[in-house]
């Protein structure tokens, strides 16, 4: 099975920074994609940013600019550095595994972590 830590978040002044890492634990043989997404209260979960292995990346419009990913294939451990936060950046953050093949099958799974939750005060 395959577990994903996260670590990071916590209360800020809007203009502060934070960062978040995420770390998978398992019998990991390859993961397709680590990345983050958000929630806040009321509102759907959406993508955050997203790195793919080979160190493509995808972000939110809303943070771009703002926001870095970064990965470490070896250690299987996704970051997400967050500068001038806002606001609206309050959200429950969760760190996803995407196409994770485990070294005892070929099948590829998806897993999320349990949260962690980044307020921004203004």
Do not use: H
Not at 4 to 33: K, R
Not at 105 to 114: D, T
Request: positive net charge.
């Amino acid at each position: 099975q395959v577990q994903l830590m996260e670590s990071g978040g916590g209360l800020v002044q809007a203009g502060g920074s934070l960062g978040l890492s995420c770390a998978a634990s398992g019998s990991i043989f390859s993961i397709a994609a680590m990345g983050w997404y958000r929630q806040a209260p009321g509102k759907q979960r959406e993508l955050v940013a997203t790195m793919t292995s080979f160190g493509s990346t995808n972000y939110a419009d809303s943070v771009k600019g703002r926001f870095t990913i970064s990965r470490d294939n070896a250690k299987n451990t996704v970051y997400l550095q967050m500068n001038s936060l806002k606001p609206e950046d309050t959200a429950v953050y969760y760190c996803n595994a995407a196409g994770v093949v485990l070294r005892s099958s070929f099948n590829r799974n998806n897993y999320w972590g349990q949260g962690t939750q980044v307020t921004v005060s203004s």
